[in-house]
């Protein structure tokens, strides 16, 4: 398979993720939410890892690498799940998809990767988005729960180039497994959760298990991607999919109707944005 039909996949499997993520942060303290699913996501990888003739190698030799990561990502799913916790789901995308953003301009910068005119255009576009969605634009800005979905993104960008640096030594499913592993016990370190907390019957339903599965999946995937030829800005691409997913869950299934206009326009510009750095990658 290509790169590009990678991504996407891993953009349809997130989208599941965020939804059925959002379906639990209500009733599970985010940060033990995100921990125990990134944990089980990881342990259920550690389980095939074996049926599948993968490996953890080289693990031992990269501990500085693996440690950066892991403070990447805890950071990026800390906030992540605090916004989530506080933002409709029909919004809370818009700012996570600015990803796209970070990760080209963190590929520039530490990967030296091409920035030509369509990843100027792109960049723009989805600043425009940002803006067009802020809590009070014309002020340029935002919210609290908005700012945190933008920190996550910021973060996740981060982690997109981290993982397109370290990644290639690695099995694509080993790495994953170390990934989602060391974010949970990471995550779990920082939330210090009760044991009634970790009881939670909601933390071991079906619905749990579906995000922890996603989690590992996206992962996989992204991976696959990278390993398969995609640039640290390929992973713009899954944006498209999973942001129009996500935005008709929350406006038409979960009537986040509000401000209607000023979020189709955003993901206009959203989309608009992504195309532009999707289309470089691409060509």
Known sequence: MSWLAFALAAGAASAVNVWAAKRLVASVRPAVLGGVVHLTGGLLCLGVLPLLGADLHPAAERVPQLALMTGVYVLGNLLYFAALARTQLSEIDLFLRSSALWTVVGGTLLLREAFPLASLVGSALILASLVTIADRPRRLRFSAPQWL??????????????????????????????NLLLTGVGMLVVARPRRAELATPTLWGPTAWAVAATFALTQWLIILAFQAGGTAGDVILVAQVRLVALMLVGMLVLGERDRAGRKLAAAALMLAGVAALGWWGAS
């Not at 920190?151 to 030594?169: E, L, M, Q, T, Y």
């Open 149 to 178: 979905a933008l920190g996550a993104a910021i973060a996740f960008g981060a982690g997109n180039v981290v993982d397109k640096a370290i990644s290639g030594p690695f099995d694509p499913l080993g790495y994953t497994v170390l």
